[in-house]
Structure formats: structure tokens, C-alpha cells
């Protein structure tokens, strides 16, 4: 909510039923929460995965993202994978059902091409396969906390409230929400956050528009349109398509006067939904005008939310700094590798793009994972890892958040039956060991 308040009201104490005890408690089902989730529960660990939403996967399946990127990096123009493990069989599982393409060439990288409701359905098959519990359309807002440990979080389903005990938390939230329940320091500085963007997929477009319309030939497009008096925030875009005459538009820019919309406002966020909605109209109709092959294009769908890049970034024991990034850094406790670029999308109608030496990759430090201080028994995986500002803008892509909460979950899992209260002591050899054999790639 807002910052500002006008007044306080007390609650009265209140029991709370404990309503299960764990082993692992995962909040947030997007990539990195399925990640963990599975991770840990094929370690034999009795998991359960809190999700707010109605289905698993996130920002990949919510905002109906349609890509999936930092699989790969090319060598000589030919894609080499750098993620493996859970995310390779998303994929594969995808491929098989006809649901999914790849890896296709895009700019210096290479993507998956998939589709949004597709992975719903096969992440729920793996969740279900993996022996996880999950409970959506529940919300962690709270928690039980007892010498430098998280004893229990309270849950929220509409107006009911009930616990659950449990040993190990990981916060795949996104937006750090444990983390900060939990008075781990965190960033958010909304004058340098990325923009959020609305997505959307275009149906009825004429077969084979994108063989000829590169990110150039669109840009000069909808310059056009600017130029004819539509004020459209952005003209660099990404289109990729699945299917014929499906094609799915990465290309608004959702502000807040000169800056990104507080996510954790709820006033601004509200008001970001109804502009991203606005825009999806919008642009409908510039690129009906102005893009060939658009001319009867309509909006199939739209995402059921709009897209945060960025909101809390949780101080972690290392933060990843965008030196490490674009020199390929090496780190001994490795638990996932990344060649995404620096991916900005700042202010400006374009978007900033810092690309690594051809070839190269960075790894991702375990202490990324682990809160610099506060409960020791909490890690964090996916979007909100300890990251400076570049550095988040290449490792919060798809395929590396599913690593993250790949190892964050094997990781929470290996303290339970080491009898390691605190996870971050971990043996990160063990960890990096039982990765390998679970086919995760650490370079
Ligand atoms: C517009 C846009 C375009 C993008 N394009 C691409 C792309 O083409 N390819 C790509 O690979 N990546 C892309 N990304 C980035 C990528 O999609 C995300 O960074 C990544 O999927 C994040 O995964 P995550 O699991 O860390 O978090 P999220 O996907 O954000 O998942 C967090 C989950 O936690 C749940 N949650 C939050 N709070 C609570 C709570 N208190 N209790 C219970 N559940 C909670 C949420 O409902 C959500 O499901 C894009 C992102 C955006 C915004």
C-alpha cells in the first residue's frame, strides 16, 4: 500500500491453526519456485510450494512472456546449452508436445520459443510427479520467527489465515516478500528500476510477416507511427512466433512520470495495469497501421498481469556486480552459469543492451542466494537474488531463475538431512556434485 497512511489501527492478538509441518516451505511458484520445489522434493524432502495465482510458472506464464532466454550462448553462431537440469526438461517435455521451438538464433543469443498456457499444464504435471504439495491462490503474509530461524509462515486463503510449520524457507517470490517479512535488507530504488511492460499476442497476422520484419525494420515502423502523431513509449520490440498467425509482442512501457511504477504500491500498480491495458489497445492499432502484414491483426490475448523486470533486489552475502557479469566471471561456488546480456529497459524509447564477449559466460555465486543477515534457515532464488542493478538485468531471465531455484532447493534440502540448521554452511562441493548429476550445467 501506500507509504503514506493516515492513521493506525491495532489488531488484537489472534491464534492462528497450524495447519501442516514441513520439511521445506517454498513461497512463489514461478520458474524459480517450480525449480526448487522440484529440486528438493526429488531429494526426498517434504515440500510445500505457495503460490498466489491459480497456476505455476510466473511472470513466464502470467504475462505470457512467450520466450524463454539464457539457455544458451552462441560459439561461432551456433548455440551452446549453459543451463541444463530442470529447465532443459521444460523444454524438452514442451518440444514433445509440439508446444515449444528452439533454440532459434535472435540477435547475438538464442531463445525457446513456447507456449504460455502449455507450461502451466506441463509444470503442474512435474510439481505433481516430483510429490510437492501446493497450495495456490495462498499468499505467505507473515511469519513466526524464533532465534534467527523462521519457525512458521502464516498463509492467507481469501479471508482465512493458518499455518505452517517447517525447517527450510525459500522465498522464489519475485518481489523478496519473505525476505523483507523477515528484516533481510533489500534495495529498491525506484529511480533506476526497469520498466514494466504489458505482453500480449497478436492473432490474425499474415503468414510469414516476421521473415522479413527484423527488431530494425519494426523500430522504423513504429517511428513511423510516432511520427504520424501516436505517442507510443517505445519502438524497440521483441516478436516471436510459435504458430502461424500468432505472434507475441514484447513492446510496451509501463511508467510512472519519468520513472518505473513502485511494485509494491498498490496504488501505482493499479493504475499500471489499467495503462498496460490501455497500451495493448494502443498498439493494436499502430501496428494495423503501420506494420505489414498487421493489417487484420487483433489481440488473442493479453498477459493476466503486467510484467515487473524489477523490484526488490534481497542483499545477499555476494552481490553480483555487472564487472563480474560482462567479464565472464568465475566463482568456486558456482550454482548456475548465465550469458544473458545486460538487458536495460530504462526510460528511453530504446532498450540498453551490453552483450558479454562473444562466447563467454558468467557463474552465479551461491551467497547470491543467501541473505547477508536474518533467519538463517532462508535462501532466496529467482529475480529478487543479490544483484546490482546491470547485473539483475542479465540474471533474472527464465532459464537462470529456474537454476537459481534448482540449487536453492537442492541446497535446502541437503541442510535437512546434513542437520545443518543454518543453510549457507552448507558443503557447497556436495551442492555442486548432486547438481552436475541432476544434469544442471556449472561450467
Ligand atoms: C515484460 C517482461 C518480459 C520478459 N521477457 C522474458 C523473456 O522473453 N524470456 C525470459 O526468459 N525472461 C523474460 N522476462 C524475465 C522473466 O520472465 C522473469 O524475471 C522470471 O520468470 C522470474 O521468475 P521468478 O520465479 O524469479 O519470479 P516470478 O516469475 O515473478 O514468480 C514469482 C511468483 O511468486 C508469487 N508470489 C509473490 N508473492 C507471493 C506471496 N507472498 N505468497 C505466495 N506467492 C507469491 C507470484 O504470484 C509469482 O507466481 C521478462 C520479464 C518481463 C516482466
Known amino acids: ?180 517479512l523477515a528484516g533481510v535488507p533489500w534495495e529498491c530504488d525506484l529511480e ?61 512501457r509501463l511508467e510512472h512520470g519519468a520513472r518505473s511504477p513502485d511494485p509494491l504500491s498498490a496504488e501505482e500498480m493499479t493504475a499500471t495495469e489499467i495503462e498496460g491495458r490501455r497500451q495493448v489497445k494502443l498498439y493494436e492499432s499502430a501496428f494495423r497501421r503501420f506494420v505489414p502484414g498487421f493489417e487484420k491483426a487483433f489481440v488473442a490475448d493479453a498477459g493476466s498481469l503486467a510484467g515487473i523486470r524489477e523490484s526488490r533486489r534481497i542483499c545477499g552475502r555476494h552481490v553480483l556486480t555487472a564487472d563480474e557479469v560482462l567479464r565472464g566471471a568465475k566463482s568456486d561456488t558456482a550454482i548456475a552459469c548465465s550469458a544473458w546480456p545486460v538487458e536495460d529497459h530504462g526510460a528511453d524509447r530504446k532498450t540498453r543492451w551490453v552483450w558479454l564477449e562473444p562466447g563467454s559466460y558468467y557463474q552465479v555465486p551461491f551467497g547470491c542466494l543467501v541473505p547477508e543477515r536474518g533467519p538463517g534457515n532462508l535462501l532466496i532464488a529467482g529475480r529478487c537474488v543479490s544483484a546490482e542493478h546491470d547485473a539483475h538485468a542479465s540474471l533474472r531471465v527464465g532459464a537462470t531463475c529456474m537454476a537459481m531455484g534448482q540449487a536453492a532447493g537442492l541446497a535446502a534440502a541437503i541442510a535437512i538431512d546434513d542437520g545443518i540448521a543454518a543453510v549457507g554452511a552448507i558443503a557447497i562441493d556436495k551442492l555442486q556434485a548432486r547438481l552436475t548429476a541432476d544434469q544442471a550445467f556449472l561450467g
Not at 87 to 107: D, F, K, Q, S
Not at 145 to 163: D, Y
Not at 230 to 244: C, E, H, V
Open 1 to 180: 500500500m501506500s507509504k503514506i497512511h493516515i492513521d493506525e489501527i491495532v489488531l488484537p492478538a489472534r491464534e492462528v491453526p497450524v495447519w501442516r509441518e514441513v520439511d521445506i516451505v517454498v513461497v512463489g511458484g514461478g520458474l524459480a519456485g517450480v525449480g526448487a520445489a522440484i529440486a528438493a522434493g526429488r531429494a526426498g524432502a517434504r515440500v510445500l510450494l505457495v503460490e498466489a495465482q491459480g497456476f505455476l510458472g510466473g511472470t513466464m506464464t502470467a504475462v505470457t512472456v512467450g520466450s524463454i532466454c539464457g539457455e544458451y550462448v552462441l560459439e561461432n553462431g551456433t548455440p551452446r546449452r549453459i543451463v541444463g537440469g530442470l529447465i532443459e526438461e521444460l523444454v524438452n517435455r514442451l518440444m514433445a508436445r509440439g508446444e515449444a521451438r528452439g533454440p532459434e538464433c535472435w540477435l547475438q543469443t538464442a531463445t525457446t520459443i513456447y507456449d504460455p498456457f502449455a507450461m502451466r499444464c506441463v509444470l503442474d504435471e512435474m510439481i505433481h510427479e516430483a510429490g510437492v504439495e501446493t497450495l495456490m491462490h495462498t499468499r505467505c503474509i507473515d511469519l513466526d520467527q524464533k532465534e534467527n530461524r523462521i519457525t512458521g509462515l502464516v498463509l492467507g486463503f481469501r479471508s482465512q489465515l493458518f499455518a505452517v510449520r517447517c525447517r527450510q524457507i525459500i522465498d522464489c517470490t519475485g518481489d523478496g516478500e519473505v525476505a523483507a
Open 192 to 252: 533506476h528500476l526497469q520498466m514494466p511492460s504489458a505482453m500480449f499476442r497478436f492473432g490474425g497476422v499474415a503468414p510469414g510477416t516476421l521473415d522479413t520484419l527484423d527488431r530494425a525494420a519494426l523500430r522504423a515502423r513504429l517511428e513511423l507511427a510516432v511520427a504520424e502523431g501516436m505517442d507510443l513509449p517505445r519502438t524497440a520490440g521483441g516478436l516471436f512466433s510459435l504458430r502461424d498467425g500468432m505472434v507475441h509482442a514484447n513492446v510496451t
